[in-house]
């Protein structure tokens, strides 16, 4: 599923209305009159540019963790990643920045009332960035299936259709019920490069690369895609071979899989079913 943030204006416009309120934080003077004023431009300007870097950076170390470490897995450690790559690092680079911009104007920040009450606001601004970057996603897959509810559990269909619709001594094509925002669409085996578990939904992965909400889970995948053609990476994840572009011996056995897609989910397979995955993707070369 697709963050709105990954898309750059949405950022930039965010970041605009963020830059515009911590600029009139504390003002004593009202907007109308600081905006015919140079100081004004100097300061919201270099508000902006600070604040970009910094959702720039949250969004890159979070698009990072989202693929090294999962919520539904490892939360402990993911909490742990977020706070210190998520949070202090970006708070350490406002602060340095917001130095460096002090000191340009010959003001030390420490005379000036930034850090008691412009830094903690911004350490706030950071969180909640945060959160909302995590969150984003979950919400607008909760918005697909929320939307979709009085459709019935999906099933093997006949390209869209009933058995009865068919023409009589006509094959039945299998086909997987999916969505796409309010759109119900039917994919066949063949167009699924993979699938996994994100927040308590399944997604699946087409060859072009694109995010579809499904109400199966993985084990009902599982028992309906040809073993031959795909595997269950682990019990998050389920990949095509032809999506498999190789693997890497790891740590205790175990081997990193390397995918034509992302996941934000690890694409590892546990040393228990090592062997049985080199068996599989050597019977395709």
């Known amino acids: 599923m697709n963050n709105i943030f990954d898309k750059f204006y949405i950022r930039l416009i965010l970041v605009l209305l963020i830059s515009l309120y911590i600029s009139e934080t504390g003002s004593t003077v009202g907007l109308f009159h600081r905006l015919v004023t140079l100081d004004f431009y100097k ?7 600070i604040a970009q870097i910094v959702f720039e950076l949250v969004y890159f170390i979070n698009r990072k963790l989202e693929g090294k470490y999962q919520w539904t897995a490892g939360w402990f450690k993911r909490l742990l990643a977020q706070i210190g790559l998520g949070i202090a690092i970006p708070a350490l680079i406002v602060l340095l920045l917001a130095t460096v911009y002090f000191s340009l104007f010959g003001v030390n920040i420490l005379k000036t009332d930034y850090l008691y009450y412009i830094f903690p606001l911004v350490l706030v601004l950071i969180f909640f960035l945060n959160v909302i970057l995590i969150m984003t996603p979950y919400f ?20 869209g259709l009933s058995q009865a619709d ?12 999916a969505y796409r925002g309010q759109t119900v669409t ?4 063949h167009e699924i490069w993979g699938a996994y578990i994100v927040g308590g939904n399944v997604l699946l992965i087409t ?6 909400v ?3 889970n993985l084990d009902e995948l599982e028992a309906l895609l040809d073993k031959a053609d795909y595997f269950r990476i682990n ?12 693997y890497l011996a790891i740590e205790y056995g175990k081997l990193e899989v390397e995918l034509e897609f992302q996941v934000r989910v690890k694409a590892v397979v ?5 062997k049985a995955f080199k068996e599989w993707i050597s019977r395709h070369i």
Do not use: W
């Open 140 to 159: 607008m897959i909760g918005l697909h299936l929320n939307g979709n509810r009085h459709e019935l559990r999906p099933s093997l269909v006949t390209s």
């Open 207 to 212: 060859k072009d690369k694109e995010e579809l």
């Open 235 to 246: 019990r998050q994840l389920i990949a095509a071979r032809q999506a498999c572009k190789g």
């Open 186 to 189: 039917f994919l066949d085996s």
């Open 166 to 177: 068919d023409a009589p001594g006509m094959p039945i094509k299998e086909a997987i019920k």
């Open 214 to 216: 499904t109400d199966f």
């Open 43 to 49: 300061e919201y300007f270099a508000t902006v540019f």
């Open 270 to 274: 546990s040393q228990l079913k090592a």
